[in-house]
């Protein structure tokens, strides 16, 4: 965020203004995220993205969903940074769930993200595993790309033809352990003890998911498919159910 700034910043993609939400910094304070609900994107200046707290992250999540509704605008092949015009350069990145990408300002004023990339970014997000893939292209032929907007024929494609951002859904027990960690250290307010057990728990959550050859998960997902969906958008749907069932257990 640049210091005492007020006005609304444009979105790289589609010029229109973005919405920009205070949210909390790891080390305390505030911070300025702007979001842009018709193109699925955040924008971040400079290093926001890994300065965020942990609840922070949820708040964004649950932002994301409450505005699943809305119509997508798929990302432009020339994004423009809103501060000085430059195009955007296209970074790959991993996690240690895998890899995730965003765009990126030359002259590093910051960097666009889409929300499935966030989500990707900060390890609730999974690539579909062989067995899974299967299942998918045996059920629907052709997905639109949960990073760029991009369509993914099946028939021929595991990934992305545009972006390269392979075919993956949100990881339910990723987001529910997170929550459950966050919502107790709050109780015990605890910080720290959120920071670090949010970082200790990606590795044990994804290698369950991924080592589970129980396809529940994915039939769940395309249940729920329809023409012109991709799996970000079934993705948000149910992260509103895992908000209401976890709220239920924690009660």
């Not at 505030?30 to 193109?39: A, N, T, W």
């Not at 129980?214 to 769940?220: H, V």
């Amino acid at each position: 965020m640049v210091e005492g700034e007020t006005n609304p910043l444009s979105c790289p993609n589609c010029r229109e203004s973005m919405q920009a939400l205070e949210m909390e910094h790891r080390d305390g304070g505030r911070l300025r995220i702007d979001l842009c609900f018709r193109c699925y994107a955040i924008w971040f200046d400079r290093w926001e993205s890994v300065q965020l707290a942990p609840g922070a992250v949820i708040e964004l999540f649950k932002e994301i969903h409450s505005h699943r509704g809305e119509v997508r605008q798929p990302l432009s092949a020339q994004l423009r940074c809103p501060r000085c015009m430059k195009s955007l350069l296209v970074t790959r990145d991993v996690s240690k769930t895998g890899p995730f990408s965003y765009y990126r300002c030359p002259l590093d004023h910051g960097r666009l993200t889409p929300f499935f990339e966030f989500l990707r970014e900060k390890q609730f997000v999974r690539t579909l595993n062989p067995a899974e893939l299967i299942r998918v292209r045996a059920q629907v032929k052709q997905l639109m790309c949960s990073g760029c907007g991009a369509p993914i024929d099946l028939q021929t494609e595991s990934k992305c033809s545009f972006c390269a951002a392979p075919i993956s859904v949100l990881d339910a027990d990723a987001v529910e352990n997170g929550m459950r960690i966050w919502v107790a250290a709050q109780r015990k307010n605890d910080p720290q003890t959120v920071a670090e057990a949010m970082q200790a728990r990606d590795s044990r959550s994804f290698q369950t998911t991924t080592k589970s050859q129980d396809l529940s998960p994915i039939g769940s997902l395309l249940s729920h498919m329809k023409p012109g969906n991709d799996l970000l958008e079934v993705s948000i749907g149910l992260l509103g159910d895992i908000f209401k069932s976890f709220g239920r257990r924690d009660s």
